[in-house]
């Protein structure tokens, strides 16, 4: 069972920027995509990007490429989400997700992922 974790999050102001951290357990991430996702209270999850289990290539959804950068280090089962220049609508709860299915360099937010970590809460405001 592969058990994921998010940590980073916070409050933050404007302009600033910070890394969140998805950790997995109990299996290796070396073979699956991971997703960022993320959703503000009363609406619909978005997905921000998602990164290859091979090459790590990343793709992102357009309005956040600019600004967000997912990369990963599989030595530490580590997938970390880089945002800069933060933004009031930037604050939202993120979550990451496994896909254990969408394998090589390949990933998409339009996957069934497997395994959910809880999330973390990102504020940002002055």
């Known amino acids: 069972q592969l058990q994921l974790a998010e940590s980073g999050g916070g409050l933050v102001q404007p302009g600033g920027s910070l890394r969140l951290s998805c950790v997995a357990s109990?299996?290796?991430?070396?073979?699956?995509?991971v997703g960022w996702f993320r959703q503000v209270p009363g609406q619909a999850r978005e997905g921000v990007g998602c990164?290859?289990?091979?090459?790590?290539?990343?793709n992102y959804t357009n309005s956040v490429k600019d600004r967000f950068t997912i990369s990963r280090d599989d030595a530490k089962n580590t997938v970390y989400l880089q945002i800069v220049s933060l933004k009031p609508e930037d604050g939202a709860f993120y979550y990451c997700?496994?896909?254990?299915?969408?394998?090589?360099?390949?990933?998409?937010?339009?996957?069934?992922?497997?395994?959910w970590g809880e999330g973390g809460q990102v504020t940002v405001s002055s």
């Open positions: 109990g299996l290796t991430l070396d073979y699956s995509a």
């Open positions: 997700a496994a896909d254990l299915t969408t394998l090589g360099v390949r990933c998409t937010l339009m996957a069934k992922y497997d395994y």
């Open positions: 990164i290859t289990s091979e090459g790590g290539i990343a």
